[in-house]
């Protein structure tokens, strides 16, 4: 896809001078990002076994679709929870976290952007992003809990006979949300399962509707209070696998009284795009440093070797 | 060991403490064991009586901490279900087992409770601890209780404790406190000779260590570490502040500076730097010097007013010119998780940036909380960055 397509015909910023790739290597899905200095390219696969394994299959797919070799690759930037086991000998690799990849793709995508919303498969996190760098102001990220997290809705939508991207537009047909008090999914599954037990309406649509609402409800009510130090100031962005459900987006919508703004692509690629900007960025100062030799190191690498170590792992 | 987890030459003290341990509980010497809590209970008095004691302040393992959970509900934190798995019979620490008296003083009510529960394990005697810090009569009270806190210790070792013996000890423990501030002092230099971990390492060495043998060691190396010479490398410093960090209790601090490469350069917590800040009155009556002592010493959040702790804590960030805070409580801390925002608003405000972090002593959620501090670092780092390049422009341009 061309980038004017997305964003319109401005130059984007962002835009790297060399092919990159950003990969999210997500609890349960990884996704990768091929930027080139005009088009981007996603792709998505269930996260496997074996990180790396996962990684090249996403690479061949994304060479494949761009009709571009390994060797054009200039960079490759790694996030989600496997970044830490990939490894390349060939393509310069560093890794960043989601939580940094997440602001720098939906703030690529949308400058205006100030808050984040990222709901994954195990974690979800509030991100108050610098509409004037794409940088990470304040982040506040889930506890050890499922409440709030796509796994979370995955359990519910078993539960409920659903597949679970039928899980929130069922969602949205609710007369009247059921009352899920639990923020455990354990308790809220034995909330669920009383509430599918009352019996004479175990058929019937409306109760599927507005049990899946209030999973989405009560969910939602989770990550809100994620919100509470990182504020809701507007461009409001939801990013991650559960930006698609539509049940979630209401939830959420209704409980903080303001609106996600559209984006234009679908935002389970924001981490892997952000990866792919890093990407981009550490291709130009790589290619800088080259052109300027020993003599003149450029600015930005001001850091000396043993601090480089606080951001950048070198696989 | 080839594969020191410490950066300065500190496997000599670690052996030392490691050899106490060993003799403690195998009762070398035939002397009573003495065990005690929290950072408020004077060790002075216990060494002047001739005793050996410890800190008790381990981070159970998963079956200690939950042969622990059953004597209290889970809403306790992961410390005081250590304390008390540790001494219960069935599983357990050796090292806990071979104390013969255990002081406490009454901090906050899970404390408590574990050591009303522990009492059936163990000859053990609860001291008050007042916390109105500021109170003419919260002084002559303490006093009173460390009195108390003497006879029974005088009883344990069937002889009295003088008060003379109590200021000669005042004054030694003083001097090991220095100690301690002058190796933290070290810190504040922009590349650190020593780690956040190696400083724990000193700290544990305080708790286990006789303060004679302790003088020897931490005196050469102390040398040794003021001689480093710099090579240069800035690294990103932060503090950590919040609840106790048991003996153990490292993977936090190892993520930071083993992994990720930045520095923690103080701590305001009662197992790290805190302690060792206040310095005792030598003179007059020794009973007035501990109970003003520990009660001037910087205070835990379970003191009053709550406003002392805060200035301490934003004041020891500025001092020692950190980056970024970590503030970690453990989770059903009464003292540190309940009064976090107050600490998270008022470093906020004072223009450090905080991260927020709930801990247990369980292994299971090191995966995010890796997320949390790399991404916390990346934040920080960024904004050294913006530094960098705001002053390369000013000088530029001016």
């Known amino acids: 896809m061309k980038i004017s397509d997305i964003i319109g015909s401005d130059p984007w910023k962002p835009a790297p001078a060399a092919p990159v790739v950003g990969f999210d290597i997500g609890s349960r899905g990884s996704k990768g990002v091929l930027l080139t200095p005009d088009s981007i390219y996603t792709t998505f696969i269930p996260t496997g076994l074996y990180m790396q394994e996962t990684a090249d299959e996403l690479l061949a797919r994304l060479l494949k679709e761009a009709k571009l070799r390994r060797r054009d690759i200039a960079y490759v930037v790694g996030t989600g929870y496997g970044r830490i086991s990939l490894a390349y000998k060939d393509i310069p690799y560093q890794v960043v976290t989601e939580i940094t990849c997440h602001a720098s793709g939906a703030h690529a995508l949308n400058p205006r952007t100030r808050t984040i919303i990222d709901i994954g498969g195990q974690d979800s996190k509030a991100i108050k992003v610098d509409p004037a760098t794409g940088r990470v102001l304040e982040f506040v990220m889930n506890d050890k809990c499922a409440a709030g997290t796509g796994r979370f809705l995955e359990k519910a939508a078993v539960l409920l006979g659903l597949e679970l991207d039928k899980l929130g537009d069922v969602s949205l047909q609710a007369t009247e949300p059921a009352v899920i008090s639990s923020q455990c999914v354990v308790f809220a599954e034995s909330e669920m399962i009383s509430l599918r037990a009352r019996g004479e309406r175990h058929k019937d649509g409306a109760a599927h509707a507005n049990i899946a609402a209030g999973i989405h409800f009560a969910s939602a009510r989770r990550v809100k209070s994620l919100l509470g130090r990182v504020g809701t100031e507007p461009d409001l962005v939801f990013t991650g696998g559960v930006a698609n459900n539509p049940g979630m987006r209401h939830a959420l919508e209704t409980l903080i009284g303001a609106r996600f703004v559209p984006a234009p692509i679908d935002m389970i690629y924001a981490g892997a795009l952000g990866a792919a900007v890093h990407a981009g960025r550490h291709q130009a100062a790589a290619a800088a440093a080259k052109q300027a030799g020993s003599a003149a190191p450029p600015r930005r690498r001001a850091a000396t070797a043993a601090e480089k170590p606080a951001l950048a792992h070198t696989a | ?398």
Do not use: W
């Not at chain 2, 109170?135 to 009295?160: K, Q, T």
């Not at chain 2, 040398?223 to 502040?241: N, Y």
């Open chain 2, 1 to 398: 060991m080839t594969n020191s987890v410490f950066s300065a030459d500190l496997l000599p003290i670690h052996a030392l403490i490691e050899a106490e341990q060993q003799a403690f509980i195998a009762d070398e010497g035939g002397r009573k064991r003495a065990g005690y809590f929290c950072a408020y209970t004077p060790p002075e008095i216990l060494n002047a009586a001739g005793l050996r004691h410890a800190r008790l302040f381990k981070a159970g393992s998963p079956e200690i901490v939950s042969q622990g959970e059953r004597y209290t509900q889970s809403v306790f934190c992961d410390f005081s279900k250590s304390c008390i798995g540790a001494f219960d019979k069935e599983g357990g620490d050796p090292f806990y087992h071979a104390v013969d008296k255990l002081y406490t003083f009454h901090t906050c009510a899970s404390m408590k409770r574990a050591a009303e529960v522990i009492e059936q394990f163990v000859p053990t005697t609860l001291l008050n601890l007042p916390r109105l810090r500021n109170e003419a009569a919260s002084r002559d009270f303490f006093r009173s209780e460390i009195l108390h806190y003497r006879d029974d210790v005088a009883e344990l070792v069937g002889r009295a404790v003088t008060d003379s013996e109590v200021s000669a000890q005042i004054a030694l423990y003083n001097k090991v406190r220095r100690l301690l501030r002058d190796f933290s002092e070290l810190r504040k230099r922009p590349n650190p000779p020593l780690t956040g971990l190696d400083f724990l390492e000193l700290v544990r060495g305080f708790y286990y260590l006789p303060p004679a043998t302790l003088l020897t060691a931490y005196e050469k190396l102390y040398q040794k570490l003021a001689r480093t010479h710099d090579d240069g490398s800035r690294p990103i410093r932060l503090m950590i502040s919040g609840s106790i960090m048991a003996d153990g209790d490292r993977r936090l601090v190892e993520l930071i500076e083993r992994e990720i490469g930045a520095r923690v350069v103080v701590e305001d917590h009662c197992t790290g730097y805190r302690p060792f800040a206040h310095t005792l009155r030598e003179d007059g009556d020794p009973f007035a010097a501990l109970a003003d002592g520990y009660l001037d010493q910087a205070p835990c959040a379970r003191m009053k007013p709550l406003d002392d702790s805060l200035d301490f804590s934003t004041g020891l960030a500025e001092e020692y010119g950190v980056d970024g805070v970590i503030y970690v409580y453990l989770k059903f801390c009464a003292c540190y998780g309940v009064s976090k925002l107050e600490f998270l608003d008022r470093l906020t405000a004072s223009g450090v940036p905080v991260l927020e972090i709930s801990s247990d002593y369980s292994v299971s959620d090191i995966g995010q909380l890796k997320t949390r501090v790399e991404a916390f670092l990346e934040v920080l780092q960024g904004q050294r960055d913006d530094r960098i390049e705001t002053n390369s422009k000013e000088h530029v341009h001016g």
